[in-house]
């Protein structure tokens, strides 16, 4: 595919994108943000908790919290053990009246439970890619091979799909097909635009980027994207404002994956 035809079909995925993140949120989107708000924030020692008992774990509450979401606790699961504070007061004998009685903190161990331990109610979650990448999925495993980045399927953590490590790319094992080839895309743009001295301080840009450039791509091989991408975007408060100041990256990284997808190793081998 010439490099002109590339660039025509990214400018046009671009345009769409930036209509969906006009058009606000889904109303998946929507939804799902409402339950992560029902979630405790944990603290890093009860991450780690959960962690070592239940490496897997993703979504993690407690049994009441789990029936107001309609759902409940499976029969004979066992509990994740997370310490919980537990603010004590002691009334002083000697204290005056009027005078507050003294706060003691202390800590006990209290039980919840992961969603994979629940029957009920599905959880919402924003929408993904769909459809069927073929050929394309081993293709692009070749090309990010071409630059020297490795693939694997090892310690990703339990809130993500893939990550990009810096020379190697982790994707989640048991991803459906369009899913996996999104996210592979993804985390190999963090790989292309995110690895230099001009990689963005802010969070929601590199995102933003990243989300864009899988958008593209995965528009040029014709998946169902619906509104992934800008739910994706949206998480990380990315918006049209954010999509217009990096789209000249996001078309030029997108354009280069588009073209390569497209030429045949054999072709490719001629020309060098």
Partial sequence: MKAEQAKKIADQALEQLADALKSGRSEELTRYLAMLARFHKYSFGNVMLILSQMPDATHVAGFHTWKQMGRFVKKGEKGIVIIAPMVLRKQDEQAKDGDKPESILRFRGVYVFDVSQTDGE?????????????????????????????????????????????????????????????????????????????????????????EAVAFVVCRAISLETGTAASDYIQLFDGKTETLAQSLDRIQHVAAEIIAALHDAPDEQAQAA
């Fill in 122 to 210: 599905p959880l919402p979650e924003p929408t993904r890619i769909g459809g069927d990448p073929g050929a394309h999925i081993d293709r692009l495993r070749q090309v990010i091979a071409g630059r020297g980045i490795t693939i694997d399927s090892a310690d990703v953590p339990p809130d993500a799909l893939g990550v990009s490590r810096g020379g190697r790319i982790s994707i989640r094992p048991g991803l459906e097909p369009a899913v996996e080839f999104s996210v592979t895309v993804h985390e190999f743009a963090h790989e292309l635009l995110h690895r230099g001295e001009d990689r963005p301080a802010s969070k929601t840009v590199r995102e933003t980027e990243a």
